[in-house]
């Protein structure tokens, strides 16, 4: 096929006027035309001008045959839609996607609507009698339930209802389960939403949402809000963190809850409920009187708190003859209404893997060492050399802790691995709850701590690497006790730790900016104190050293020591005459 070539547009015009030109083939890329001379035929093609809208009245003038395989305006026409449809298509489809998730809340036009959960009418499901272990903040909440349902009452007389109710604790101790059981005691739609949702990429995202949920409560007031985890959107402002001014995304959020909360409208009917465990990174202007006016602790429970958790999910539970709730509260000491429902469902797992028909003590007894310690791994098999020292270390803390007060019972040994890093424990259960620790009772914990340590050091002569989770939390303790608790006849009762948290546990405690002279006065106490901790756990089991030897053996055999033979065997343990002294003077 002969090659055509290309040739300026001007020039195929020229040909058309000067009658050169006997057949054209227009389309919209190329025209394509004969042109005749003297002895021959040529064929060119040129790049139509999408001007020349006149060019086939040129061509019919001159007497040119011609043929439009596409018409020319189509191809204007495609062209245009080609250039303009995508862009109207694309607008087009985003506005509808925009009034689709205009009213879900979600999109650009919707991102500024609250995405809070909504209850109608508190039909949350829970009641004051699903919640136990927390009677003195229910009985602080019952009040707000009164006003829901009698407002004329308190009204009559003057009275206010709280705005705000912050609810303050620990993880776990049921602060979610009480704001849902005040909406579904007093009957009254319930919005549930979590601080971190109301905090996005944008700034003023949050205050939107903030603006929106508000008006949505006082359509339905009286009503409940309920904030999670306030702290998300309400840490305290000013701290040095933003320098340009601290206009960031999270203090709008802020300053709009203020506002709704207690601004220059009023907000008639909606009561807030938030719950924190971190109340001391609170803004100040959010928990003052007229925002929060009450604050409830929801604390962890007690043993009757505990006792009372535990009948409620033993309720749901087939439970055997040999069950005593009241016993197991007693040694669940410590442990929030969380922890106890999964300890109650982890010995129901239990006996179901055992095909029992009920759940029994038993089963409740390994469920606690499960939560506690961790899943029974029997596969991890220890040398001879290893699984000797670890016995040795057990016992030593037996033996140690059996002389000490304020820890509780030794009421097992155990040299079978556990969880993630235990392959050993000593299990020792409280005889009651404490709230206080006394100085004797501290150093008797640190020897008790160590004395697995001790042991090993008292027979082999050296030690291993199994002691570093006793070290660590004996250290900790030791460090407490100087720089917190002020138990230094030195240095005195002077707090040299910075703030912790007050509910969440393994926060440190910073040391606050001390001198060089005061640090090392820390750091001289702290060894003296794990020192003299260490040197009396070796001295009791230096002089129980038979008693050491024996029960290790027996330890090695049966793998397990607990009940009357472990207690039996604790009886025969002796103190050391300077015992009682070093416990009060930290002194032998």
């Known amino acids: 096929m002969a090659t055509i070539s290309q040739q300026a547009y001007g020039d195929f015009l020229a040909a058309v006027k000067t009658n050169r030109v006997t057949k054209v083939i227009i389309s919209p890329s190329r025209i394509e035309y004969t042109v005749n001379s003297e002895n021959s035929t040529e064929t060119y093609f040129a790049i139509p001008d999408l001007l020349a809208e006149s060019l086939p009245e040129l061509l019919a003038a001159n007497s040119v045959e011609y043929t439009i395989q596409n018409p ?69 909440l019952q009040e707000v339930v009164d006003f829901l349902k009698n407002s004329d009452k308190y009204t009559r007389l003057g009275a206010k209802i709280p705005k705000g109710v912050l609810l303050v604790g620990p993880p776990g101790t049921g602060k979610t ?43 339905q007031a009286p009503c409940i809000i309920f904030i999670d985890e306030l702290d998300a959107i309400g840490k305290s402002r000013g701290n040095g963190m933003n320098p340009n001014g601290g206009n960031d995304e999270r203090e709008q959020t802020l300053n709009q809850l203020l506002t709704e909360m207690d601004g220059f409208d009023g907000n008639t009917g909606v009561i807030l409920i938030a719950a924190t465990n971190r109340p001391e990174v609170l803004d100040p202007a959010l928990r003052r009187p ?28 087939k ?50 060492e499960r939560v506690l310690v961790g899943l029974e791994k029997r596969s991890r098999v220890l040398n001879p050399i290893e699984r000797q020292t670890v016995a040795y270390h057990e016992v030593g803390h037996a033996l140690v802790g059996a002389l000490m007060t304020g820890r509780g019972k030794v009421e097992k040994i155990s040299i079978v691995p556990r969880g993630v890093g235990a ?17 004797d009772e501290i150093r008797g914990q640190i020897a008790t701590l160590l004395g697995g340590r001790a042991a090993e050091s008292v027979v082999f002569g050296k030690v291993s690497t199994g002691a570093s989770d006793d070290i660590q939390k004996a250290t900790n ?37 001390v001198s060089g002279d005061v640090a090392i006065e820390i750091d001289r ?55 009682a002294d070093w416990l009060q003077t930290g002194k032998a």
Do not use: C
Request: no cysteine; glycine share 10%.
């Open 72 to 140: 020319p305006s189509d191809s204007w026409l495609g062209t245009l839609l080609a250039v303009v449809l995508p862009p109207l298509v694309a607008v087009g489809a985003g506005a509808l996607l925009l009034k689709y998730t205009e009213g879900s809340g979600g999109g650009v036009m919707g991102v500024g609507k609250s995405k809070a959960k909504t209850y109608a009418q508190g039909k949350t499901g829970v009641k004051f009698a699903d919640v136990a272990g927390i009677d003195e903040a229910k009985q602080e």
């Open 177 to 219: 389960l009480l704001a849902k059981a005040v909406a579904g005691e007093a009957g009254v739609p319930f919005f549930s939403m979590s601080g971190s949702e109301f905090v996005e990429l944008y700034v003023g995202v949050g205050a939107s949402r903030v603006r929106d949920l508000f008006e949505k409560a006082k359509r």
């Open 290 to 317: 007229g925002r929060f006016d009450r604050q409830v602790v929801v604390d962890r429970p007690d043993r009757s708190g505990r006792a009372q958790i535990l009948t409620v999910h033993a309720n749901k539970v």
């Open 319 to 368: 439970l055997g003859e040999d069950v005593d709730l009241e016993l197991l509260a007693t040694r669940t000491s410590g442990l929030t209404g969380a922890d106890l429902a999964n300890f109650v469902n982890e010995a129901a797992l239990m006996a179901a893997r055992n095909n029992r028909q009920a759940v029994l003590m038993a089963d409740f007894e390994v469920a606690f």
């Open 423 to 439: 392959l050993g424990y000593t299990l020792q259960m409280p005889e009651e709850d404490r709230f206080l620790m006394m100085e």
């Open 477 to 513: 303790l030791a460090e407490k006790a100087i720089t917190l608790y002020g138990m230094s006849d030195t240095l005195g009762p002077i707090a040299f730790a910075g703030n912790q948290s007050q509910f969440l546990e393994g926060d440190t405690n910073p040391r606050r900016a």
């Open 525 to 579: 106490l702290i060894k003296q104190t794990i020192d003299g901790a260490n040197s009396m756990a070796q001295a009791i089991l230096a002089q129980n050293r038979e008693l050491l030897e024996s029960t290790t053996q027996i330890l090695l055999d049966r793998e397990v020591l607990e009940g009357d033979s472990l207690r039996a065997i604790l009886s025969q343990v002796q103190a050391p005459v300077e015992l």
